[in-house]
T-cell receptor, first 113, second 114 residues
Framework: GENVEQHPSTLSVQEGDSAVIKCTYS??????FPWYKQELGKRPQLIID?????GEKKDQRIAVTLNKTAKHFSLHITETQPEDSAVYFC????????????FGTGTKLQVIP | NAGVTQTPKFQVLKTGQSMTLQCAQD?????MSWYRQDPGMGLRLIHY???????DQGEVPNGYNVSRSTTEDFPLRLLSAAPSQTSVYFC?????????????FGQGTRLTVV
């Protein structure tokens, strides 16, 4: 089955700096890569996603890049703000059959004011 | 439009007790799933369903049962609770079983087994 590794497990940045979280996946059939943000005590919520026919996607301060050859994808947050502090999960799934989503182990991001 | 509703929010069980975690969605989503979240381990898939009457096992199915008699409801049953089942449980739903799309999560159930 699919295996998703996520690094780093914790990340501290100064407000205004950029943050980068990296994930690798094992199943070359995976073609959908969402990122979820989970604030303390809350449910995970989608912040951005990318499909395998696209190399990069951007939404305001958030961007995701995908390298299918190397089987890795990354989340980039620019101009970080204290409200970006949360746990971020990457995930991978494929549509070759019934959808099963495999999550990474999460990155706790702390933005220091 | 309530989205995905999970009950209860908190539960304490004694070892050996059984219980059902409820999950309902009102978005007419095909795909529903249950995850458990443990520190440092992310979200692990317990069971999933691609439509009414169809369920399958995920990564960590032992000790849990599910059924999907309607599109809306997907309850998770703990047969005989064990301390290793202490966790936060999330139900999630997605529009399509075949094309991966955004997962909408319930608010979670924090379960403690003593």
């Amino acid at each position: 089955g699919e295996n998703v590794e996520q690094h780093p497990s914790t990340l501290s940045v100064q407000e205004g700096d950029s943050a980068v979280i990296k994930c690798t996946y094992s199943d070359s059939a995976s073609n959908y890569f969402p990122w979820y943000k989970q604030e303390l005590g809350k449910r995970p919520q989608l912040i951005i996603d990318i499909r395998s026919n696209v190399g990069e996607k951007k939404d305001q301060r958030i961007a995701v890049t995908l390298n299918k050859t190397a089987k890795h994808f990354s989340l980039h947050i620019t101009e970080t703000q204290p409200e970006d502090s949360a746990v971020y999960f990457c995930a991978a799934s494929n549509s070759g059959g019934y959808q099963k989503v495999t999550f990474g182990t999460g990155t706790k991001l702390q933005v220091i004011p | 439009n309530a989205g995905v509703t999970q009950t209860p929010k908190f539960q304490v069980l004694k070892t050996g007790q059984s219980m059902t975690l409820q999950c309902a969605q009102d978005m007419n989503h095909e795909y529903m799933s249950w995850y458990r979240q443990d520190p440092g381990m992310g979200l692990r898939l317990i069971h999933y369903s691609v439509g009414a009457g169809i369920t399958d096992q995920g990564e960590v199915p032992n000790g849990y049962n599910v059924s999907r008699s309607t599109t809306e409801d997907f309850p998770l049953r703990l047969l005989s609770a064990a301390p290793s089942q202490t966790s936060v449980y999330f139900c999630a739903s997605s529009y399509s079983s075949r094309t991966p799309t955004e997962a909408f999560f319930g608010q979670g159930t924090r379960l403690t087994v003593v």
